[in-house]
């Protein structure tokens, strides 16, 4: 089945900072790959995502990136805030016929950004 | 107007009772999905299910047993609980989309059940 490994497990850096999470996973059958953040007693919440058929994607501070010759893919936040602290999970889902998806999760990334 | 939802929130029981997690979701979705969050944050996928149809059963105890009456819930029920089954439960639901190919789409959480097993 899919692995998927999420490094680092904690990151910590100074406001204004950039943060880079990197993800690798093990099925060239990926084909989505989201990204969650999921602040201290909440539900994980997605807050960008890219399919295997773009290299690069970006959203205000945020940007994701997928290599699929490597099989690896990074979640990029520049100009770092407080409030981005929290863990954030990678994700890669197959799609195996019909309606079979199966989501498989990073171990997740401890983001604190200090004022 | 919660999009996904789940009750109870805290579920606290002891050792051996059954217990059982409703979840409901009104996004229109056809997947639904049960993940586990450990103490270390880990998450894990359990069940999903498709219209109602068990799609994927990942290696869970058969304590363990989901039920989905419509393809709006996915409710799920645990016989005879032990200490490890301490977690924090999510519900999540998504939908498959066709264009030319099928998609999947991101999946919606719940606010997640946090289950004590003392």
């Known amino acids: 089945g899919e692995n998927v490994e999420q490094h680092p497990s904690t990151l910590s850096v100074q406001e204004g900072d950039s943060a880079v999470i990197k993800c690798t996973y093990s099925?060239?059958?990926?084909?989505?790959f989201p990204w969650y953040k999921q602040e201290l007693g909440k539900r994980p919440q997605l807050i960008i995502d890219i399919r295997s058929n773009v290299g690069e994607k970006k959203d205000q501070r945020i940007a994701v990136t997928l290599n699929k010759t490597a099989k690896h893919f990074s979640l990029h936040i520049t100009e770092t805030q407080p409030e981005d602290s929290a863990v954030y999970f990678c994700a890669a889902s197959i799609h195996s016929g019909g309606s079979n998806y199966k989501l498989t999760f990073g171990k997740g990334t401890l983001l604190t950004v200090n004022p | 107007d919660t999009a996904v939802s789940q009750t109870p929130k805290y579920l606290v029981t002891q050792m051996g009772n059954d217990k059982s997690i409703k979840c409901e979701q009104n996004?229109?979705?056809?997947?639904m999905y049960w993940y586990k969050q450990d103490s270390k944050k880990f998450l894990k996928i359990m069940f999903s299910y498709n219209n109602k149809e068990l799609i994927i059963n990942e290696t869970v105890p058969n304590r363990f047993s989901p039920k989905s009456p419509d393809k709006a819930h996915l409710n799920l029920h645990i016989n005879s609980l032990e200490l490890g089954d301490s977690a924090v439960y999510f519900c999540?639901?998504?939908?498959?989309?066709?264009?030319?190919?099928?998609?999947?789409?991101?999946?919606?959480f719940g606010q997640g059940t946090r289950l004590t097993v003392v």
């Open positions: 099925d060239s059958a990926s084909n989505y």
């Open positions: 999540a639901s998504s939908q498959t989309l066709y264009r030319g190919r099928t998609l999947n789409t991101e999946a919606f």
């Open positions: 996004l229109g979705h056809d997947t």
